[in-house]
């Protein structure tokens, strides 16, 4: 029998969340039974990573929100690829995928909703509301997202499958030679408590949020450090803070990093403060290594963390919270291990990627089979 043939189309391919899971079901779907693909509006760091495991990607040089010349340039890749199944990840690759099919005889159409958007958006929902006729399955990264996602667009519930993302854990194993090489080209002892903030510096990372949390414990003498690495809009708040305010000097601000996995080796707690998620990978990926995390009570993230198992939580935007939790973390890591130690067990038991990779083999399969 002849492989699925699988056409991923995704906005970008910069390092962040929604991009990772593409990347990981690209390279870890069944050969022998799928054909994948993978196509985006814009192009960025995965491209190259997923060129190097053999996947065949197309970059569509999409100069804007608003540049549909390249609309042709996809309905004739979409026509030359013939996949089964097209599968759209984030809303302008939606948008562009369902406008390019809309005129073609496509075998199916999935969509995956990897945020639950708080941003003044209605024209996006009211075009997937009107278009969902379109679209054969949505998937939904955790129940928040799909209950956001149904309620802002007017979709029936039954319309939706909820698929965690996932996360390779062997792969955040505790790593002590790259925390005492980090620690050391940081200059961070080993008995000072670190934070790591990982992701886009943007609003609604709540980064802002971090920054007022760190002045707040600056002020009171606490010997606490923070790692920030990521990029973003906001990146020259963090630089500026870095280099101009006094709680700076506690402060490292790494920009991009692809060393996650070892800066979370060398970190002894996440901070995740976001205004809203879809799912919070980094949260998954920080239990994954063993870490505590300072978690907001956010849409998604409260679907991935366990409040005072897993995680503190706290509201978003709440400076003075955060500040509190980070410095009863520093001050009692008998409850940071505890925390640590039932997130590991919490993420091997719910979000390990490779259930995530069978839930979608098994949805192909079962959409293919209906015609």
Not at 114 to 125: G, K, M
Not at 314 to 326: F, S, V
Request: glycine share 8%.
């Amino acid at each position: 029998m002849a492989s699925m043939k699988i056409l991923h189309l995704i906005t970008e391919l910069a390092p962040a969340g929604a991009e990772r899971c593409v990347y990981e079901l690209a390279t870890r779907m069944d050969p022998a039974k799928f054909d994948v693909s993978v196509a985006a509006l814009r192009g960025g760091a995965f491209a190259d990573r997923l060129c190097e495991a053999g996947i065949h990607v197309d970059i569509l040089g999409v100069r804007g929100k608003f540049d549909v010349g390249k609309l042709p340039k996809l309905r004739k890749l979409i026509r030359g690829l013939q996949p089964d199944i097209l599968h759209t990840h984030l809303f302008h690759a939606d948008f562009a995928g369902r406008l390019a099919a809309w005129p073609m005889r496509l075998g199916h159409l999935v969509h995956t909703v990897h945020i639950a958007e708080e941003r003044f958006r209605p024209w996006q929902f009211a075009f997937q509301r009107i278009t969902d006729g379109m679209c054969d399955t949505i998937i939904a990264v955790s129940p928040s997202a799909c209950d956001h996602h149904a309620r802002k667009c007017r979709i029936a519930p039954d319309r939706y499958v909820v698929i965690p993302n996932g996360v390779d854990v062997a792969a955040y194993s505790r790593d002590e030679q790259a925390r005492t090489r980090l620690r050391k080209e940081w200059n961070v002892a080993e008995r000072e408590f670190l934070l790591a903030f990982v992701g886009r510096c943007d609003h609604q990372k709540g980064v802002d949020t971090l920054l007022e949390a760190m002045r707040r414990i600056n002020r009171t003498g606490e010997a606490v450090k923070l790692v920030i690495a990521g990029d973003g809009p906001q990146a020259e708040m963090v630089r500026r803070f870095v280099s101009d305010d006094p709680a700076g000097k506690n402060v490292l601000y790494l920009g991009f990093s692809d060393r996650v996995a070892q800066l979370l080796s060398a970190a002894d707690a996440l901070a995740m403060p976001s205004r809203w998620e879809g799912f919070g990978l980094a949260a998954a990926e920080a239990m994954a290594a063993s870490l505590p995390l300072i978690a907001t009570s956010a849409s998604g993230i409260k679907d991935v963390v366990v409040a005072d198992e897993t995680a503190l939580v706290i509201r978003p935007e709440d400076a003075e919270g955060l500040a509190g939790c980070i410095r009863h973390l520093a001050d009692d890591r008998q409850l940071a291990d505890r925390l640590g130690k039932a997130g590991r067990k919490r993420v091997s038991d719910k979000f390990d990627v490779a259930n995530t990779v069978a839930a979608h083999e098994a949805l192909y399969l079962s959409i293919a089979s209906v015609q």
